[in-house]
């Protein structure tokens, strides 16, 4: 093989593109690229943004957006973001605890992997769960170790634990079924895990719970929250960890400065002042009513959903993946897992549209 590396700096020229995929970390030529096909036009239900839109606060702050606003840097770990975070969840006067804000919660949840996990270490988590996980593990040399939920669609508490992997992933709500962990099952895993535990609260605003206080008692706690659902801010990338000070800081230090952009923690900040958490708990009150609507209407249809504490539906079916087809074909978009779609929860318009095409494309199958 020739190899007529030239030492430029920092950068090495390469003689043939196949010695890039010898000189790339192991894994990284098999990790998927992500890819979405949205057709112009079409109503996209399948990815569990918010339909409603974005605060009106968070906009108008983009819209009056100058250009000393942006020539600038950012700070490098969003000081006054994390402030306003903490109030968020109620827990600013909380002795000891901090938030680590991200491009997106994915950004904090590579970055925990990142900082506790390494090559020969492992990572525990109940599924099916977020799919983004197995790859961020690969990506940084954890093995994955995936245990199905129990018989009551809870997670498998005791089996997670005795995993004894460096770090434990639980998602509640769980992207993609949409059910709630038990607060039992949760304090387990938190009580017993050996190493970190990452709690993945993408959807807590749908849900009747959180389980965000417990990083008061659990140094290897760390509970993520984003503003691509509820908030309907999914194009901006904001995310955010919040844990101890220890995990948040060793978070921090693996994460990097700047994660997040200038406008981005702008319309955050704005987001999240009386106005726009006004917006949020009305449009997030509005979802969780369309979604029993929408549960009922299919049940009729004889499509029964699990039950869900999240902005979408998942309903298990043999023929998941003829309908999903059925339906792009109509233009609608939906998604699809092994034998089940998920449906994306949005205002009754676009779930009449749903109905509508769902109830042709099971009347032609
Ligand atoms: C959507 C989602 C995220 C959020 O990702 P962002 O990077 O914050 O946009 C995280 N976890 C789960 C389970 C999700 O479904």
Request: glycine share 8%; charged share 20%.
């Amino acid at each position: 093989m020739r190899r007529e590396n030239v030492d430029q700096g920092d950068f090495v020229v390469l003689s043939e593109a196949k010695d890039l995929h010898l000189l790339a970390r192991s894994g990284v030529c098999e990790l998927p690229l992500y890819t979405r096909d949205v057709p112009a036009g079409a109503l996209d239900l399948g990815d569990n943004t918010n339909l409603w839109g974005a605060p009106p606060t968070a906009v108008r702050v983009l819209c009056a957006t100058s250009s000393n606003d942006i020539a600038r840097y950012p700070s490098p770990y969003s000081a006054i973001l994390k402030a306003a975070m903490l109030r968020y969840v109620r827990m600013d006067g909380a002795p000891g605890v901090d938030v680590v804000t991200g491009c997106g919660s994915d950004d904090v949840l590579d970055s925990t992997m990142r900082a506790f996990g390494g090559t020969g270490d492992s990572i525990a988590y109940s599924a099916p769960t977020f799919s983004m996980i197995p790859i961020f593990a690969r990506l940084n040399g954890l093995e994955s170790i995936a245990i199905p939920l129990t018989q009551s669609v809870d997670v498998d508490a005791e089996r997670l634990v005795d995993c004894n992997a460096k770090i434990t992933y639980v998602c509640t709500p769980n992207n993609p079924t949409g059910t709630v962990a038990s607060r039992a099952a949760v304090e387990y895993v938190v009580t017993h895990a050996r190493g970190i535990v990452l709690l993945d609260e993408a959807y807590a605003e749908f849900a009747p719970e959180t389980f965000a206080g417990l990083v008061c008692e659990h140094e290897k706690l760390i509970v993520t929250r984003t503003f691509s659902k509820a908030f309907g801010l999914a194009g901006l990338r904001v995310g955010f960890g919040v844990g101890s000070s220890a995990i948040v800081d060793l978070v921090s230090r693996a994460r990097g400065p700047y994660k997040v952009n200038a406008m981005a923690e702008r319309a955050v900040l704005a987001a999240l002042e009386p106005d726009g958490v006004a917006w949020v708990r009305d449009v997030t009150r509005q979802a969780i009513a369309s979604r029993q609507r929408l549960t009922t209407e299919l049940a009729t249809l004889g499509l029964v959903a699990l039950p869900s504490a999240a902005n979408f539906v998942f309903v298990p079916t043999a023929r998941a993946r003829e309908l999903a087809n059925g339906l792009r074909e109509r233009g609608v978009l939906v998604g699809v897992h092994d034998a089940a779609l998920r449906i994306g929860v949005g205002p009754w318009e676009m779930m009449q549209t749903l109905i509508g095409a769902l109830t042709e494309v099971l009347e032609c199958a």
